[in-house]
């Protein structure tokens, strides 16, 4: 299962991750770029399917926005009510002034907007449009009668007189199975998904290169992205936002073993790119680097802590920069792009770890800039995990810091970042002490069986990403330990910090 990784692929560092904000309990299809924002496509079945506007805070972060009315008119699908399965329009939209997507009429304009009555058949689907970027052609998934089964790939195209009448797309891309989903990528590519050509397991991802003469659109014969992208589980809706990002739909399960299914949206990046036909590096831009110094001590005694593990990662897309130990010092350097948000944490085998996010400017290119705040190391570990305060199995997005603050790191890649730390402890870890604590709102029973809840959530987590279930002790304290309020500190921020698990190390002496 393809859930956090980043490794060399064809001299190629790559990553893929799910996107956070746009994996959750509902299907998440598909991520359109439109305009100043972007639109997530999610719904339980297409009949109750709709289109979210979100910002990109990262590749892998997504985040709920208004649809300005300033974006232009967009092609979309329009599904039809339950009552009638398998029907579908193309169907252009405008931005309401409360932005809303609302269908343009039809008219005899020449413009790309609105898409014709003619190029949609009644009582079957014409779906999943593309437009190329001179807005001269449109690919799009039907049924209609012609068609070689299931749905193919069809195309129209614009000219002075209107839309000509869907033509089949020539080649052999489609198959009596269904050929959906497909993207233009770039001028000269279409992406899609299909269940017709060799495939690792269901629907595949596939990329064809682009043959246009006059009227006729040929695709080439089409070419599998293969692994690790496609799964033997479904993936569709394959979306280049650009030559070094991919971002698609699968239901592949979140852990290994997972009844539910249901489709999030996941995302490709690679640190050099590749052609997504010709399967060859793109040449990547020069780099200009300097060098982060700084120390690593243990927080309980401000000791230095040598041959500790230094990580520096790219804050956006998690991919390891670089990583060296610490000397007989506690000192680190490491070498990392300048003008990029880097995250660089440390970590030790009879400790936990700490993080710091840098940023190294420009005129420490070829230079070494000094990182004034040591990263302390605790012999004790708060996980500030947060949750609403009755839940305990659905985290908000992102962690707390020690002040209650939401930081930018995931509730996900902290755990990983946790599990990376105790499998580093090796055989001198003999046991793993979990304990859960709540706020004041509620009993202490109560609160006593929602610390519980807490932790075997956490240690779930945990075991999901490979630690053993033999090692964790889960306990609880309920609100019993509560922290001493702060002067001037809000309630609901005492409330934050209150919330959180304790994680101690027993190790070997």
């Given at each position: 299962m393809v859930y956090d990784t980043s490794r060399p692929m064809n001299g190629v560092r790559w990553s893929i991750r799910r996107v956070d904000g746009a994996s959750g309990p509902d299907n998440e299809w598909?991520?359109?770029?439109?305009?100043?924002?972007?639109?997530?496509?999610?719904?339980?079945?297409?009949?109750?399917?709709?289109y979210l506007g979100v910002r990109r805070l990262f590749a892998d972060t997504v985040r709920r926005s208004e649809i300005?009315?300033?974006?232009?008119?967009?092609?979309?699908?329009?599904?039809?009510?339950?009552?009638?399965?398998?029907?579908?329009?193309?169907?252009?939209?405008?931005?309401?002034?409360?932005?809303?997507?609302?269908?343009?009429?039809?008219?005899?304009?020449?413009?790309?907007f609105p898409i014709p009555h003619s190029l949609n058949v009644a009582l079957h689907w014409d779906g999943h449009p593309t437009m190329s970027a001179d807005s001269t052609l449109v690919v799009f998934a039907s049924d209609r009668p012609g068609s070689m089964g299931g749905t193919d790939l069809w195309y129209a195209v614009r000219t002075a007189g209107g839309w000509?009448?869907?033509?089949?797309?020539?080649?052999?891309?489609?198959?009596?199975?269904?050929?959906?989903?497909?993207?233009?990528?770039?001028?000269?590519?279409?992406?899609?998904?299909?269940?017709?050509?060799?495939?690792?397991?269901?629907?595949?991802?596939?990329?064809?290169?682009?043959?246009?003469?006059?009227?006729?659109?040929?695709?080439?014969?089409?070419?599998?992205?293969?692994?690790p992208v496609n799964t033997p589980f479904d993936e569709l809706f394959p979306v280049w936002t650009d030559e070094r990002t991919l971002y698609y739909a699968s239901d592949q399960p979140r852990r290994q073993g997972a009844d539910r299914k249901d489709f999030d949206l996941f995302v490709l990046t690679s640190r050099v790119l590749l052609d997504p036909i010709r399967e060859a590096p793109l040449k990547p831009l020069p780099i200009e680097r300097g060098t982060v110094r700084g120390t690593v001590v243990n927080q309980q005694t401000q000791q230095p802590v040598a041959d500790a593990d230094v990580t520096a990662r790219d804050a956006e897309s998690r991919d390891v920069l670089a990583?060296?130990?610490?000397?007989?010092?506690?000192?680190?350097?490491?070498?990392?792009?300048?003008?990029?948000?880097?995250d660089i944490s440390a970590q030790a085998p009879d400790l936990f770890y700490d993080d710091v996010r840098v940023v190294v400017p420009k005129i420490f290119t070829n230079d070494t800039m000094e990182v004034v705040r040591p990263l302390q190391l605790p012999v004790t570990y708060v996980l500030r995990v947060n949750f609403p305060t009755a839940i305990y199995n659905d985290p908000y997005a992102y962690t707390l810091d020690s002040n209650g603050v939401e930081t930018t790191l995931t509730w996900q890649e902290s755990l990983n970042?946790?599990?990376?730390?105790?499998?580093?402890?090796?055989s001198r870890l003999k046991r793993l002490v979990l304990i859960g604590h709540t706020d004041d709102v509620d009993t202490d029973a109560s609160n006593m069986i929602l610390g519980r809840n807490r932790v075997n959530f956490i240690m779930d987590e945990l075991a999901a990403r490979g630690v053993s279930r033999d090692l964790m002790e889960g306990r609880t304290a309920g609100e019993s330990l509560l922290p001493e309020r702060r002067p001037g500190e809000s309630q609901e921020l005492w409330r934050k910090r209150a919330r959180r698990v304790e994680l101690v190390k027993v190790l070997e002496q």
């Open positions: 598909a991520l359109f770029p439109y305009g100043s924002v972007d639109l997530v496509l999610t719904g339980y079945t297409p009949q109750r399917a709709r300005p009315p300033s974006n232009p008119p967009i092609l979309l699908t329009s599904v039809a009510d339950a009552a009638i399965i398998g029907d579908a329009d193309l169907v252009g939209y405008r931005i309401s002034d409360i932005g809303e997507l609302v269908p343009i009429a039809d008219s005899p304009s020449h413009s790309p000509s009448d869907p033509q089949l797309v020539a080649g052999p891309v489609n198959t009596p199975c269904d050929e959906l989903s497909p993207r233009f990528a770039g001028d000269s590519v279409i992406v899609f998904a299909s269940a017709g050509h060799a495939s690792v397991g269901g629907y595949d991802l596939f990329s064809a290169r682009i043959n246009r003469s006059g009227s006729l659109l040929t695709l080439e014969a089409p070419r599998n992205l293969g692994t990583a060296t130990r610490t000397d007989t010092a506690g000192s680190y350097s490491l070498d990392v792009p300048v003008n990029t948000p880097v970042q946790l599990a990376r730390n105790v499998q580093l402890s090796g």
